[in-house]
Each structure stands twice: as C-alpha cells, then as structure tokens.
C-alpha cells in the first residue's frame, strides 16, 4: 500500500503530523506499506543529490528506528523519496509521536516534520526488545563473519607452524640418532689390547722383547713439535711421493723358468 506524503524541513505540518489522524499500522505489517514521500523546504522541492537520506522513529517499547537501508531516492532533483515499513517498525502496539525523515551532507543536516503513527495490536504477537539500526547490524554480521574466517585462518597457520615444529623435531631426532651411530662406529675402531687374539699378542710381547717401543696415540702426538707439524704438511708429502714414483719405482723384464709355467710366484726385490 502506498501512502502519499508531503514532508518539510522546515517543519509544516502534513495531514499525518499529530497523533489526531495518525497513520495506522499492525503489529507485524512488514513491506507491505510505503511512504512515498516528496520532501520540500519552504514549499520548494529540495534537491537530494548527493544526500544521506534517513527514517528515524521511536517505538512504543523505547527501541530506536534509525534506517537507511530501507529507504530509496525515486529522483534525487525532484526531492521523491519511499520508505518500505519493516517489521522492526511495527514490533511493538502503541503510538510512535515521533518519526521523521532526516536529510544529511557533510556538516550539514535537517530533518522534516513529524508523522504520526499508531500501531494497533496483533494476535499471538512475539515481540523482541531492541534498536533497529541495520546498517550497524549489518556491520556487526560483517565483523563476525570476519572474525569467523580469522579465526578458521588462525586455525589452519597453526596446524602448519605445528607440523613445520613437528618436521624440526622428527629431523633433530634424526640428527641425534646419526650422531649416535657415528660415536658407537668410532667406538667400535677402538681396539682394547684384551681384545686382540693370543697371536697378535705373542707378536707385540716379541717385538717388545726386541726393543720396538709401543706408543699411544697421545704420546705420538705429544713426541712430535709443532715446528715439525709445520714442515709436515700437504706440499710436503706430495713431494715425497713424487720422489717415490720418480727414483724408488722402475719397470722391469724378467725371464721365468719353464717350470714357473701355472704356478704363483712370489718375488720380493731389494733395491
């Protein structure tokens, strides 16, 4: 239903501005009444372009209707404007005494007179306290979805940051357990002198017998300067090797009896 209205700012009555000839609404009357409103100032058409355009109203049960969202400028130049009536409007039996439209740009704002509304009351009406803003509701539905999907995003990095700390861990064991197996390989190179067979130690026992002195690792390495370490180096030996191959190795052609025919023999040569 569409209900004409003619509404200034500087704030002439209408045929609906007292509660004398309110226009009357149900409870629970939602979009099926528009206020077709043409907003003057002075009588003239007040242009709209680039205007906020608002419905204000204060409920019977105290709640506030502060709504742009239901609101449409039909023609901005000629000052036409409707508002759809939502059920928010409509929540609470009684009379609305004050609602008005009100018209903003930058600092500047005015509002219209007033219109006067009866909400007359429904059956089996179940009505919820409350303001009606629905732009800021809008806004909190955006907040929360927001906070949902941060929420599911915080989620998903924490699984991650927990299988990259998982990885770590699982890679340091493995580290570990590396380090482990080299200690007990180094350890197994260590020969005790329990260890070693009646033979080698028959061996030793005879070489000691025959004056060769055994030493430790350590005593080697303490017997030994650092100014020879100097000389004993990389260049060094490779030079000694050089002189090996070059005055201490030679090819040689040597005539085997007949009877060495398919057997192995061993030949150690002095030079």
């Given at each position: 239903?569409?209900?004409?209205?003619?509404?200034?700012?500087?704030?002439?009555?209408?045929?609906?501005?007292?509660?004398?000839?309110?226009?009357?609404?149900?409870?629970?009357?939602?979009?099926?009444?528009?206020?077709?409103?043409?907003?003057?100032?002075?009588?003239?058409?007040?242009?709209?372009?680039?205007?906020?355009?608002?419905?204000?109203?204060?409920?019977?049960?105290?709640?506030?209707?502060?709504?742009?969202?239901?609101?449409?400028?039909?023609?901005?130049?000629?000052?036409?404007?409707?508002?759809?009536?939502?059920?928010?409007?409509?929540?609470?039996?009684?009379?609305?005494?004050?609602?008005?439209?009100?018209?903003?740009?930058?600092?500047?704002?005015?509002?219209?007179?007033?219109?006067?509304?009866?909400?007359?009351?429904?059956?089996?009406?179940?009505?919820?306290?409350?303001?009606?803003?629905?732009?800021?509701?809008?806004?909190?539905?955006?907040?929360?979805?927001q906070r949902v999907t941060?929420?599911?995003?915080?989620?998903?990095?924490a699984s991650e940051w927990?299988?990259?700390?998982?990885?770590?861990?699982?890679?340091?064991?493995?580290?570990?357990?590396?380090?482990?197996?080299?200690?007990?390989?180094?350890?197994?190179?260590?020969?005790?002198?329990?260890?070693?067979?009646?033979?080698?130690?028959?061996?030793?026992?005879?070489?000691?017998?025959?004056?060769?002195?055994?030493?430790?690792?350590?005593?080697?390495?303490?017997?030994?300067?650092?100014?020879?370490?100097?000389?004993?180096?990389?260049?060094?030996?490779?030079?000694?090797?050089?002189?090996?191959?070059?005055?201490?190795?030679?090819?040689?052609?040597?005539?085997?009896?007949?009877?060495?025919?398919?057997?192995?023999?061993?030949?150690?040569?002095?030079?």
């Open positions: 239903m569409l209900i004409d209205l003619t509404l200034d700012i500087e704030k002439g009555t209408n045929r609906f501005s007292t509660l004398d000839n309110p226009i009357t609404l149900r409870q629970q009357d939602a979009e099926a009444y528009v206020f077709n409103v043409n907003l003057r100032q002075g009588g003239a058409v007040l242009d709209l372009t680039g205007m906020t355009v608002r419905f204000y109203a204060l409920r019977p049960d105290g709640g506030k209707v502060i709504d742009g969202e239901n609101v449409a400028v039909l023609s901005a130049p000629d000052g036409i404007v409707q508002y759809t009536v939502p059920a928010k409007l409509t929540q609470a039996a009684g009379d609305i005494p004050t609602s008005y439209i009100r018209i903003s740009s930058g600092d500047w704002s005015a509002s219209t007179g007033n219109i006067a509304i009866r909400v007359v009351p429904s059956v089996a009406i179940e009505a919820t306290g409350g303001d009606y803003i629905p732009e800021i509701d809008h806004l909190i539905n955006a907040l929360e979805a941060y929420g599911n995003a915080e989620d998903v990095r927990q299988a990259i700390m998982d990885e770590v861990i699982n890679a340091r064991g493995r580290a570990d357990s590396a380090a482990d197996r080299c200690e007990a390989a180094l350890a197994s190179l260590k020969v005790d002198y329990d260890d070693l067979t009646d033979d080698a130690k028959e061996k030793i026992a005879a070489m000691a017998s025959a004056g060769v002195v055994f030493a430790t690792h350590a005593e080697i390495d303490e017997a030994f300067s650092d100014a020879y370490r100097a000389l004993w180096n990389d260049d060094e030996q490779r030079r000694i090797d050089a002189d090996i191959e070059k005055h201490r190795k030679a090819d040689g052609l040597f005539q085997l009896p007949a009877s060495a025919a398919g057997r192995e023999v061993l030949s150690l040569i002095h030079i």
